[in-house]
């Protein structure tokens, strides 16, 4: 059975850092595509950004909102994948998510596209 288990969240001040992991344990066939969600209260989960890997190439990409700030990497080795957060504004506080899919030859924004999903981790950042 596929776990994903999400840590690194916390509360920092506007302007700060922090860096989320995503740690997956068992193996999603298929998997090529790992996604950050978020999801502040009384909001649907948005997209935040998304990594794809395929012989030996990776590809990312972000939600506007996060561009320049955040970046998604992974580690195949750790089985792993992370979102570093820079520059934290106090509109990114949310619960976070990650998320694997399978077999996309793109990387998709939907929720609805991931099928496996971690519990979440609480960012709060404080102006």
């Known amino acids: 059975q596929v776990q994903l288990v999400e840590s690194g969240g916390g509360q920092v001040q506007a302007g700060g850092s922090l860096r989320l992991s995503c740690a997956a344990s068992?193996?999603?066939?298929?998997?090529?595509?790992m996604g950050w969600f978020r999801q502040a209260p009384g909001k649907e989960r948005n997209f935040v950004a998304g990594i794809r890997w395929n012989a030996g190439s990776t590809s990312t990409y972000y939600a506007d909102s996060v561009k320049g700030r955040f970046a998604i990497s992974r580690d195949n080795a750790k089985n792993t994948v992370y979102l570093q957060m820079n520059s934290l504004k106090p509109e990114d506080t949310a619960i976070y998510y990650c998320?694997?899919?399978?077999?996309?030859?793109?990387?998709?924004?939907?929720?609805?596209?991931?099928?496996?999903w971690g519990q979440g981790t609480q960012v709060t950042v404080s102006s």
């Open positions: 998320a694997g899919a399978a077999n996309y030859y793109y990387i998709p924004t939907p929720e609805s596209a991931y099928a496996y």
């Open positions: 068992g193996r999603i066939v298929g998997n090529n595509v």
